[in-house]
């Protein structure tokens, strides 16, 4: 539902594009109709240039190489270039060459095309081959990705759009921004006075008065990942998105609900995507990059790194 456009509170649109909804709102109503369009362009050009479901996209293209070196877009190279840098904060919990595993659990078209209820997988999963096998030069702008290796940008290309978008709309329409993609939180700007007021729940469409807690931001990004949204079933097994690359299966749920914050929301992402991998290690691993996060347990039991706000629901 879009907010009424009123000079005293920030204006919001709202828009379905990759599979989810992405929201803008701006500090300066005037701003809103320069701020959509932005964000929409941004959304179409990820689309078109790092989509796994599209043929016609630019990262399905690379995929069709054969492992022969590449010379992409200067949003491709970026992509991979994030993706590869989250591997390696994240000692590779969140590794993008888990593209075959994805595909061979089930996940191989948009989400909302696929089969809920499918047969048995034919082969058991198996461990990803790694970031580092993809080479990158950004000297030629050019990618190498192995031959029979498949990219998937998701766990980074929300996030990034988010980010992409929020940094082109604050200056060109002088107004603080908030940008969300399926939840992925990016801001900029001067933001309104309090901060922006985010809610945090398992799923990013859940209306304001189900959130599990409310927090507000200032400044850099937030996001949550969860196990419990995108699932799917296989010979009546139960899976999700989030794969551990150590494994090439979805991981099994020690928390079902992780929400971090950072200087960006592709660093926000990549911690609370990290942290579902990390399991029980999750707190140790999050407090040594230094990031404030909230994570549910299996059993509903919540617990909070480096200083995340106490629980607040929103009002009912």
């Given at each position: ?167 082109r709309i604050a ?78 299966d979805s991981v ?65």
């Amino acid at each position: 539902m879009l907010a009424p456009e009123t000079h005293d509170q920030p204006a919001l649109r709202t828009m379905r594009a990759i599979g989810t909804t992405a929201i803008v709102t701006v500090t300066e109503p005037g701003a809103i109709d320069r701020a959509e369009a932005v964000l929409r362009d941004e959304l179409v050009a990820i689309d078109v240039t790092c989509s796994r479901f599209r043929p016609d996209s630019e990262l399905s293209d690379l995929h069709r190489g054969n492992g022969e070196r590449r010379k992409v877009s200067a949003l491709l190279f970026e992509a991979i270039r994030v993706a590869c840098d989250v591997a390696r904060r994240t000692e590779g919990a969140v590794d993008p060459t888990v593209g075959n595993a994805v595909e061979a659990l089930g996940y191989d078209r948009d989400f909302a095309k696929l089969d809920p209820w499918g047969v048995a997988l034919e082969h058991a999963p198996r461990p990803t081959p790694g970031w580092w096998q993809i080479e990158l030069d950004e000297r030629q702008r050019t990618v190498r990705v192995p031959a029979g290796i498949h990219i998937d940008l998701g766990a980074s290309a929300k996030a990034l759009v988010a980010d992409r978008a929020a940094r082109r709309i604050a200056p060109r329409a002088h107004t603080g921004v908030l940008v969300s993609v399926g939840g992925d939180v990016a801001t900029a700007g001067a933001p309104p006075e309090g901060g922006w007021a985010v809610g945090i729940a398992a799923d990013s469409n859940t209306p304001l008065d189900d959130v599990d807690q409310v927090v507000t931001i200032e400044s850099g990004g937030l996001a949550s990942s969860a196990t419990a949204v995108r699932t799917w079933h296989r010979g009546g097994r139960r899976l999700h998105h989030i794969v551990d690359p150590a494994t090439g299966d979805s991981v099994t749920p020690h928390w079902t609900l992780a929400s971090a914050t950072g200087a960006t929301c592709v660093e926000a992402n990549a911690a609370s995507t990290a942290a579902v991998v990390w399991g029980r290690r999750a707190p140790t691993k999050l407090e040594a990059l230094g990031q404030p996060a909230r994570l549910v347990r299996h059993d509903g039991q919540v617990f909070t790194v480096l200083g995340w706000p106490t629980e607040h629901r929103s009002p009912s």
